[in-house]
């Protein structure tokens, strides 16, 4: 008797039905979401470290193919921008910006899913109470029959919808809140390998600047100070005269 009751109560209205669906899809993006980041995971500075020795050994093309055998995003978003290493600065920015929205827009795919159940199923619970209630004093109107025992029964299978959304809603919740903590996570760690990336190509091309232009350089922008701290010693001098 209890098992029919169960039953009738899980799959009596149609809001129950519409609610198991949502726990079911629920749980399944929940899952899917977590396999994820799980699989997509990746140390972005020891990759970063790696692909440093890579590029100061002067061989582009083997940096790049090594980088396109690692897995991870970092090595996704580097991958899309090491062959074009040599084009302006403004521009590799630029690439590697589009990279990062490329990944973020991977990782937030099927996250309004989690979002949307988190938002209607409170909401699909009160309907089916709401609902659930009416027909019950509407039986009792029909039937004639009352009493606390008659209306406690109704109200108790009215509120387990609500009960229902609730669970259903929590559990979307969690899910939601937990894959944004990670995207934001993962959208900061790129940003750094964007930056180390950019430290990396200054110091080649400190390196293949040739030492005497460098010391050429250091002597103008000696002479250059010597001429302003000049200027400024005649100064004086001029005003008063």
């Known amino acids: 008797m209890l098992g029919m009751s169960l039953t009738k109560a899980l799959f009596g209205s149609l809001s129950m039905i519409v609610l198991i669906i949502c726990s079911v899809v629920t749980v399944g993006y929940a899952i899917e979401r977590s396999l994820y980041f799980y699989r997509s995971r990746s140390d972005s500075r020891s990759f970063m470290k790696d692909l ?14 090594w980088c396109d055998q690692q897995k991870g995003a970092a090595a996704r978003v580097v991958s899309q921008c090491l062959p074009h290493a ?6 590799l920015k630029q690439r590697f910006d589009t990279a990062i929205e490329m990944e973020q827009v991977e ?6 899913v989690l979002g949307t159940m988190s938002n209607i199923g409170p909401l699909l619970g009160l309907y089916g109470t709401v609902v659930g209630i009416i ?13 606390s025992a008659v209306v406690a029964m109704g109200v108790s299978e009215a509120l387990l919808t609500t009960a229902a959304g609730i669970i259903v809603a929590v559990i979307a919740t969690v899910c939601f809140n937990f ?3 990670r995207i934001r996570t ?14 990396v190509l200054r110091g080649l ?19 250059a100070l010597c001429d302003a701290v000049v200027t400024t010693a005649q100064e004086p001098a001029a005003v008063g005269r």
Request: net charge positive; with cysteine; hydrophobic share 35%.
């Open 52 to 65: 440093a020795a890579k590029m100061k050994g002067g061989d582009m093309k083997a940096a790049s193919q």
């Open 86 to 91: 040599h084009i302006g600065t403004s521009d």
């Open 179 to 181: 894959c944004v903590r």
């Open 205 to 223: 091309a400190r390196q293949d600047v040739p030492s005497n232009a460098r010391a050429k350089a250091d002597k103008r922008d000696v002479n």
């Open 135 to 147: 027909r019950a004093f509407s039986d009792i109107a029909r039937t004639g029959a009352g009493g």
């Open 107 to 112: 990782m937030e795919r099927n996250l309004s």
């Open 186 to 199: 993962r959208i900061i760690e790129l940003e750094d390998v964007r930056e180390e990336f950019f430290n």
